[in-house]
């Protein structure tokens, strides 16, 4: 059974500070993605990485995938309170698994 | 973004109630999922469809009935739900089953 381990499992900070976030495994994902779910509405995905130590970067948010496809990161610089929200990390498993396996999520919070 | 749609946003049944949850996908995807979310849990998938072909079961309740009828909709029959049973139910659509999801808003269901 593959598992996902987020943390923090929540986080409060004040607007302009930077922060990271963690998403860790003991198996190899094929790709991994990483949603940002707000109250009461499905998660929107902001991005999906595939190769080990590939680093993204949307805007403020810059996403890291582990050299052995295990783990990622994600960092936020100068957090806004529109950052807000429930961050979900997913790994794919790869060839015929094709289920993705959910992390807990990182509640994040960001006050003005 | 109306990619995913989902009907209704919010139910409250009791438990000898039948009611059905509606999904809808704009997308031109060809793979379908429902997922089920409650406090503190990792998403749980409940059902995927490929090609209107229902290919993974997760071990739901057989209270929990879905449809297919084409690769654009699909649907989740409710019936004699438990307390338990209340979440947020996700629907999914990815263009291939082993391909990104995109998630619906969801329905917020409280069983009674």
């Known amino acids: 059974t593959q598992l996902l381990e987020q943390s923090p499992q929540f986080l409060s900070i004040q607007e302009g500070e930077n922060l990271t976030v963690y998403c860790n495994s003991s198996s190899v994902f094929s790709s991994l993605q990483w949603y940002r779910q707000e109250p009461g509405e499905g998660p929107v995905l902001l991005v999906t990485v595939v190769t080990g130590g590939e680093v993204k970067k949307l805007k403020r948010l810059t996403f890291q995938f582990g050299d052995a496809r295990k783990d990622s990161s994600l960092h936020i610089t100068a957090a806004q309170p529109g950052d807000t929200g429930l961050y979900l990390c997913?790994?794919?498993?790869?060839?015929?698994?094709?289920?993705?396996?959910f992390g807990k999520g990182t509640l994040l919070t960001v006050n003005p | 973004e109306t990619g995913v749609t989902q009907t209704p946003r919010h139910l409250v049944m009791g438990m000898t109630n039948k009611k059905s949850l509606k999904c809808e996908q704009h997308?031109?995807?060809?793979?379908m999922y429902w997922y089920k979310q409650s406090a503190k849990k990792p998403l749980e998938l409940m059902f995927v469809?490929?090609?209107?072909?229902?290919?993974e079961n997760n071990s739901v309740p057989s209270r929990f009935s879905p449809e297919c009828p084409n690769s654009s909709h699909l649907f989740l029959h409710l019936h004699t739900l438990q307390p338990e049973d209340s979440a947020l139910y996700l629907c999914a659509s990815s263009p291939r089953r082993a391909e990104t999801q995109y998630f619906g808003p969801g329905t917020r269901l409280l069983v009674l």
């Open positions: 997913a790994g794919e498993g790869g060839g015929s698994n094709y289920k993705l396996t």
């Open positions: 469809y490929s090609l209107e072909e229902r290919v």
């Open positions: 997308l031109g995807h060809n793979a």
